[in-house]
């Protein structure tokens, strides 16, 4: 080799920078071509789906949830997956020794997965990831039952399933530690870091104490979303279960809505409303909550319990961490401004073991 | 002319040096696997004497044997062949030769010797300080403070700008997801001392204006080290005194001044084996072999050696009586693993690696808080980052050992500081209103943060509660949280500090601490 001089070195090295990014761009473009020849094909396949809805076989889910991503797509809040057929219950309890068979039959009771996730949709999944720790110290949503998810989803046809949250640590110690990067990639679904673009400043017209806030986008844009919560003590809170799960979509500076959270909270789930919720409360954590650390602390009642209503979801879960629904101040204020029941009777309620 | 011989590829040695160099500093992130990331490092005979030197002896540091011993038979083939410094004051240094004065010239060959009697009673005097100016250290720590934020910003901005197109947004999130925690970071990295590491790394490469290469022949204590075991160099450049002519075009081709006698001897105490002066050779005299003839220009007079020596000793006794060693900074808290401060300070080798792997850019350089002498070691800046509790990296790519490896076990009761709450600024303190995100993040397992009942103000009762009441009665007397440090049990890992929603200085904040131990169980 000859004793190159700066120039030659400068232009060969440019030659290799040139077509390292040439390289990312080619695929990147076949990754667009492949992107929008996808999108192609889902709006035309959801046209002939409208056209003859008997083709699925369950007709009258189909047509109440073409309706509520319809409003979706409007941009108003995603509101509940319509209205539901008088024989689904408002909650499915499910208990059992298998948390991936527990979601599985709560779903079930539902209505089955087809009901909230149509064919091509993109679901988003949101766990709690607080921060990493493995599964059996419940500080995050146990990788069994968010893998299960996932696989029904697929299972029903969705294009993608995302599974994010945003971790108060490193978000890939988090995800790793707490075994839901592995479950996730297993189940075939995808994994995702947020980072600031995955936000935008979005209007909560019925906000109270916040009236707008960074929230995720592919949660706003998601034909469904399900929040997958854990049930844990938390200091601030009391406990933490559906509605205080949503923080985990919520940019910054998040450490604000500690001040005044009961109505910032509520603010936050009059606009965000997720199809499905079901609250993995397999194993729960009793005390030094939400992040835990100590065995001792951790109880398992087995359950999980399904519903569409963050609300109704929150009600049964205060029963399970002991507590009673009016002892939990979010849960009266979301109730008082008409968000949902907090009175177990008059829900109903369907219970099973798997 | 046709050149033959390993030296033809110099230049290749060199970048594949370098691609090896960043290729491994690259993988200095969370989590580390069990390649030895800094083995260059290790392999650095001057970091090997001073951990040895302060009885810090580990298995690796016998890379560095070879290393030292390797001038005996190939002279400093490793400035010539593998150090990365040494190829960018090549590459972007000026490379026209020129001549200073004699004087200059007298002036500056004095500074190995120099160097190295300073390297010599900072040891004696427990100071790793002159590691600053160690060019592998020199490099890693340019390298970790200056060109990975760029490539985190660069990339992030290049995510940003592709986001626009919402057909490429599936592509920068799925790059994303693979880049998140290695080259781009949820916080972006930053470090403070940037410009004063770039104008070190730029001044190294400008002095050059003065004399060619000159950081490389003069003033690296590295190569003056190499250069000193280099004087009995068993093997070297020999030269064919027959067919030699004088004609001095070798003595003019030698990028490191290392040739005397019109070309018939060398100074085998620079020669990098480049052999550079074989090539252009009229007569082919030149080669490589046993015996050379060797000459030193710079023989130190006894004088010279005592004016050396003693500014030396003056430097590292004002170090050694400086106040930082009597009395520490509040806020200098030190990576989980850290030795004692003064051991600490006898060891680190300002390398900048527990920077580079620090997931949460928690580890800074220390800018005055462990005085002039601690300028660049690591220090905890807890409104950066917080010590992640999965994570013990920093013990681990430590080359010296002045940050020790934990278990993750010990690592999580590991006491490096003590949180402490400032009421006057604390919201439910100061505010009467709820708060509490110190206490739901505290990842100790029974919590170091706890909370009573009590505070609020009686006047301000049911002020958060808006205009219909519906809030309930926070603020009301009696009814707000108060957050506690329970001392026993925190390790002051600052993710308090870091969260704490109060602008600008956080109402609780980590101090130093007398001793740092394990909490007992």
Request: aromatic share 6%; net charge positive; charged share 20%.
């Amino acid at each position: 080799m000859r004793n190159m001089d700066r120039r030659t070195f400068l232009l060969s090295t440019g030659r290799w920078l040139v077509l390292a990014a040439v390289a990312p761009t080619v695929t990147g473009c076949a990754r667009a071509l492949r992107w929008s020849e996808s999108q192609g094909r889902t709006e035309a396949g959801s046209e002939s789906g409208g056209s003859t809805p008997g083709t699925t076989g369950t007709a009258e889910t189909t047509t109440s949830t073409t309706a509520g991503t319809a409003t979706t797509a409007d941009g108003g809040s995603p509101g509940p997956t319509g209205t539901t057929t008088s024989s689904t219950p408002d909650l499915a309890v499910i208990r059992g020794d298998f948390p991936d068979k527990n979601v599985r039959a709560a779903v079930a009771l539902l209505g089955g997965m087809e009901r909230f996730v149509k064919r091509d949709a993109r679901v988003v999944v949101k766990p709690n990831v607080l921060t990493g720790r493995p599964p059996e110290y419940a500080t995050t949503t146990n990788p069994l039952v968010i893998g299960a998810i996932v696989r029904m989803c697929l299972e029903a046809g969705a294009r993608q399933v995302t599974v994010l949250d945003y971790p108060t640590s490193s978000p890939r110690a988090a995800f790793q530690e707490s075994g839901l990067a592995q479950a996730v990639e297993e189940a075939g679904g995808d994994l995702k870091y947020l980072s600031n673009r995955n936000f935008e400043q979005v209007e909560i017209p019925e906000g109270q104490s916040i009236t707008s806030w960074p929230l995720v986008t592919d949660v706003l844009e998601a034909d469904t979303f399900i929040n997958v919560p854990i049930g844990k003590t938390h200091g601030m809170a009391g406990l933490t279960l559906a509605m205080k799960n949503l923080m985990g979509i919520m940019g910054d500076p998040r450490g604000r809505i500690h001040t005044d959270y009961a109505r910032k909270i509520t603010d936050v789930n009059t606009r965000v409303k997720p199809h499905l919720v079901i609250l993995d409360a397999y194993r729960i954590l009793t005390r030094n909550g939400p992040t835990g650390g100590n065995l001792d602390d951790v109880a398992m009642p087995k359950t999980v319990v399904a519903g569409t209503s963050q609300i109704a979801i929150d009600a049964y879960g205060t029963t399970i961490m002991g507590w009673q629904p009016t002892d939990l101040p979010s849960l009266v204020e979301a109730a008082s401004r008409g968000l949902g029941e907090i009175d177990l009777s008059r829900l109903t309620i369907t219970e099973s073991t798997a | 002319m046709k050149r033959r011989g390993v030296h033809r590829y110099r230049r290749l040695f060199q970048i594949l040096f370098l691609l090896l160099f960043l290729g491994l500093l690259t993988l200095t992130v969370w989590p580390i696997g069990t390649i030895i990331l800094g083995g260059f490092l290790l392999a650095d005979p001057l970091l090997a004497m001073n951990s040895v030197a302060n009885g810090v002896i580990r298995w690796e540091l016998a890379l560095a044997i070879p290393v030292l011993l390797s001038p005996l038979l190939i002279g400093r083939a490793f400035c010539g062949y593998v150090c990365p410094l040494g190829l960018m004051v090549e590459l972007f240094g000026p490379r026209r030769e020129r001549h200073p004065g004699p004087r200059t010239r007298k002036v500056l060959r004095g500074v190995p010797l120099f160097g190295l009697l300073a390297s010599f009673f900072l040891i004696l005097f427990g100071s790793a300080a002159f590691l600053v100016f160690d060019p592998l250290s020199i490099f890693t720590r340019t390298a970790t403070t200056l060109v990975y934020p760029a490539v985190d910003r660069g990339l992030r901005l290049v995510g940003d700008v592709a986001y626009l197109a919402p057909p490429l947004r599936g592509g920068v999130d799925s790059a994303t997801d693979f880049l998140t925690g290695r080259l781009v970071f949820a916080n972006g990295l930053a470090y403070k001392l940037q410009l004063v590491i770039l104008v070190m790394f730029v001044g190294i490469l400008a002095i050059s204006l003065i004399e060619r290469r000159l950081w490389c022949r003069h003033l690296c204590p590295l190569g003056a080290l190499l250069g000193l075991v280099g004087r009995g160099a068993i093997f070297g450049r020999v030269v064919d005194q027959d067919a030699c002519t004088s004609c001095g075009a070798c003595t003019a081709a030698c990028p490191m001044d290392a040739i005397r006698d019109d070309g018939r001897s060398t100074d085998c105490s620079r020669c990098e084996a480049g052999l550079e002066c074989a090539d252009v050779c009229p007569q082919k005299a030149i080669g490589w072999g046993l015996r050379p003839r060797k000459q030193h220009e710079y023989d130190p007079s006894r004088r010279a050696f005592l004016k050396a020596g003693g500014l030396a000793f003056v430097g590292g006794f004002f170090l050694f009586t400086g106040l930082a060693r009597v009395q520490r900074d509040v806020h200098l808290i030190r990576p989980p693993g850290a030795r004692s401060e003064l051991d600490f300070m006898s060891i680190c080798a300002r390398c900048a690696q527990c920077l580079k792997v620090c997931p949460t850019n928690v580890i800074q350089p220390a800018v005055f808080d462990a005085g002039l002498e601690g300028f660049f070691t690591p220090q905890m800046d807890y409104r950066r980052g917080y010590c992640d509790w999965n994570c013990n990296e920093c013990g681990k790519v430590c080359p010296t050992e002045a940050i020790r490896e934990l278990s993750l076990p010990e690592k999580r009761l590991k006491v490096i500081g003590r949180a402490y709450i400032d009421k006057s600024t604390c919201i439910p303190w100061a505010e009467g209103r709820d708060c509490l995100v110190c206490q739901e993040l505290c990842p100790a397992p029974e919590k170091a943060i706890v909370f009573t009942q009590g505070g609020g103000l009686a006047l301000d009762s049911g002020r958060a509660s808006g205009e219909d009441g519906a809030g309930g009665t926070e603020g009301a007397a009696g009814t707000v949280k108060l957050p506690h440090v329970v001392p026993e049990r925190c390790i002051g890992c600052g993710i308090c500090q870091y969260n704490c929603p109060v602008t600008n200085e956080a109402a609780i904040r980590v101090r130093s601490v007398e001793q740092t131990g394990l909490l007992s169980k």
